[in-house]
């Protein structure tokens, strides 16, 4: 097979130019991804929370359903999550003894105020040992990651939660992978140029699920989507090509995207319903009831999603649910409090108890449809 370069303009313009973002936790799957694929358009896979042999075997799984053609034309990647230990973006005030040590009882403190939840629910409480991430691991599994994107030869990769330094992206465009990194504000937007990405995926504050806010301990921005991606381009310039996110429920937002100056949209949220996700049979259900106006709706009747860092630390938009209410001051701690949470949010999951679990959807999370992933894609076509 004829090798040739890959520029990032290649791997981020499929013919519908629409990916599936990347959707850790289960609704990403390698089936979903090569559905939108085979439609025309791109796809993302979610490395976060995986163990990379299970990227690797999703990768595998990904190329046998595809049938690998040429890599200039294999609009599909990997995303993953920057550890603490690797981010380069994470100010020196806070790995200080004294900083670690703050954020260890903050964490303390929010694990007694779960601790009734989890009795109610019959959940195990994590120690904060147990929840404290070990940097070493943290190190080893990113590199353990780069080396399954060398080795695979991944077309593709997108970092989110935090900044690598230039040597990784040197590292990947050495082996003809393209990197990029998700961004949520013009002074990231720099940083992330700087490091050497060769794009940007501009998330706007709608979108579902985490924001990807370089600095976890920094409130992420409220530009829209639109705005963001104007503002980007002009800070970066017209070179550096642009993947807008952020709820994004129909044809007209990717139009309005493409025309500010973004290569590609990439939407999460309305792919969750498809047969081809994994998204769990809780999330599946209130997505359904958001977007039949029957639960999870604010006054207006519009399904109602808010940020809440109550069940993993770090800021996302979920449907909103009484345990975002109930928890609006959760410390600035991924993963720990994510750690802390999963028991609980299993015990309720396996109750159906829906407002203890996160549901995570984007601003568009009303208009997401019962469809398989090649009519959603069609759905978000701009041609
Ligand atoms: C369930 C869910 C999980 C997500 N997981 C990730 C992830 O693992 N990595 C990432 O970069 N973004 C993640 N996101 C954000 C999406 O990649 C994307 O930015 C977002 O879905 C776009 O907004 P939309 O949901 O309104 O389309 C997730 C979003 C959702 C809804």
Redesign the pocket.
Known sequence: MAMTPVSPHDVLSPAVPVFA?????G?STPALVAAVLRAGGGGVL?G?MRAPEEVRAQVDELRRLLTAGCRGEEHWGV?LFVPDAVTTAVPAGARTAAARARRRDDVAAYRERLAPVAEELGAALPTIEDATPDSDAERDAFEAMLAAAEEQAWPMV?F?FGLPAAEVFGRLAAADIVAGV?VTSTAEARAAVRNGAAFLVV?GP?????R?TLDPAADPGTTGAVALVAEVSAAVGPGMPLVA????ASAAPVRTLLGTGATAV?????F?LTPEAGTSAVHREGLRQAAAGVAFTGDDGAADTAVTRAFTGRWARSLRTPFMAAFPDAPAAYPEVNVLTTGLRAAAAQRGDLGRVHL?????AGRVREADAAAVLASLDPR
């Open positions: 973002a990347p959707m850790a936790g609704p979610a976060g995303n997108t989110t998700t998330q709608e979108a579902g699920g985490h990807g996110a952020g709820g994004v990439a939407a999460g949220t309305a969750l995570w959807a984007g601003t568009g």
